[in-house]
């Protein structure tokens, strides 16, 4: 077995908001998001914070002998109470996440998604599972499009942020890793035999843009391009095609096995 990691922070002169780690028996990933201007004010501790507490939960999780959705559900509690007393944890604009996790376990392979990362599992027999959730894409295109000609930081474009984030973790939205537990529930989870998979990997939705936003190869091209080259490539490609095509970079991270 050979683990290999990548990231690259998106913005210069802020903190990486991604987590990556792993262990024997899984790996995980997992890509804080925050708020909008004023997010400080309701949690002092920081995206970044909330997503390394939150990995370092899950991944200490991983070989115990339960659901990945119960794992997950713990571990957003766990996260909640440690801030729970000095910051408005139930706040719009305080910190979220999307997670994905990797569990190798006896005869199987499980996985789980929630929100936008990506769990890649490429099988033996066939093609990759790309294991991901659309409904935080399909909502936030309609609110970029939107977006697009309103002036930043301006009343109408916090107005438009805070109508984005009314849409998560609700019946018809799309669901992350905030404060509440129960949108475990939610998140996408399957598993293969252990004996058809060659190789697994986790992205952030920085990281997944080669495939997901360019189009500049598939699923199995990426998995042969990790295998080949390594995740650190797949990144200084994101970077290059998100110049060539003058969009905005955002943190890309990749923990992989094979």
Not at 87 to 114: K, W
Not at 135 to 160: C, H, M, N
Request: net charge negative; proline share 5%.
């Amino acid at each position: 077995m050979r683990v290999a990691m990548a990231t690259d922070a998106g913005h210069p002169g802020r903190a990486n908001e991604d987590f990556a780690g792993a262990v024997p028996c899984g790996m995980v990933l997992v890509d804080g998001a925050g708020g909008i201007a004023g997010a400080d004010e309701v949690c002092h501790h920081g995206i970044a914070w909330y997503a390394t507490r939150l990995g370092g939960a899950l991944l200490g999780a991983l070989s115990q002998d339960r659901s990945l959705r119960d794992v997950l559900a713990e571990g957003i509690e766990h996260v909640t109470d440690a801030h729970r007393d000095t910051c408005d944890v139930a706040h719009p604009i305080s910190p979220f996440a999307a997670v994905a996790m990797l569990r190798f376990s006896g005869g199987t392979v499980e996985h789980l998604v929630l929100g936008d990362a990506v769990a890649l599992i490429g099988r033996a027999s066939g093609e990759p599972v790309a294991a991901h959730d659309p409904r935080e894409v399909v909502i936030a295109r309609s609110f970029e499009e939107r977006l697009k000609d309103v002036p930043e930081g301006g009343d109408e474009y916090r107005r438009l942020l805070m109508e984005l984030r009314a849409r998560r973790n609700s019946p018809g939205g799309f669901w992350v890793a905030k404060d509440d537990p129960r949108v475990a529930g939610e998140a996408v989870t399957g598993e293969c035999p252990a004996d058809d998979v060659r190789a697994t990997a986790l992205l952030s939705n920085g990281a997944s843009r080669l495939v997901d936003t360019f189009g500049l190869t598939g699923w199995p091209g990426l998995l042969r391009l990790l295998e080949t080259d390594g995740p650190a490539e797949v990144v200084r490609r994101v970077r290059e095609a998100e110049a060539r095509e003058g969009v905005a970079t955002d943190d890309a991270t990749i923990v992989c096995r094979y």
